[in-house]
């Protein structure tokens, strides 16, 4: 797929997106089980720029952040169904918990992060900063997430 990027060809896709002078949005996440939440905090997301770059944490990072039953799609079926989204330009599967590392190399000029977020409680806020970049929160869709779902499925076998 050519929308999912390896982390060593980063660089190069940044000088590239830079010297055609594009506005670059930055967002990241689990993606799990992709949902209307995900989909609509996506679109309004690139709506800031002229490129949406995902940052989608790898299976070893979500379990660090989720516990061990997740993901329940592995990294490479979410980045693939991540890239069937019109709006999305680019998917790089990291592997740490927050994605500081990836913010360094794209500085992106806007990161946006769920409105469940502060700045005071966004850890990456810092680094974006510094970089010169814009954050904006996006309002979440009220009930709509992956462990909702996750626990609907198993209510629904408990019946």
Do not use: W
Not at 14 to 41: A, M, P, S
Not at 115 to 130: C, G, M, Q, S
């Amino acid at each position: 797929m050519k929308k999912i990027i390896k982390k060593e060809k980063v660089q190069e896709l940044i000088e590239k997106l830079k010297k055609e002078n594009k506005k670059i949005v930055f967002t990241n996440g689990c993606f799990d089980i992709l949902h209307v939440g995900h989909v609509r905090y996506l679109a309004n997301s690139s709506k800031y720029g002229d490129v949406l770059i995902i940052g989608l944490n790898s299976d070893s990072s979500v379990k660090k952040l989720k516990g061990e039953n997740r993901p329940i799609n592995n990294e490479n079926d979410r980045a693939e169904v991540l890239s069937a989204l019109s709006f999305v330009d680019y998917i790089i599967i990291f592997e740490e918990t927050t994605p500081e590392k990836l913010i360094e190399m794209i500085k992106p000029d806007i990161y946006t992060k769920g409105a469940d977020y502060t700045i005071n409680t966004l850890p990456e806020a810092k680094t974006v900063l510094k970089n010169g970049g814009k954050i904006e929160f996006i309002n979440l869709v009220q009930g709509k997430s992956t462990t909702n779902i996750i626990k609907k499925t198993q209510n629904s076998q408990n019946c």
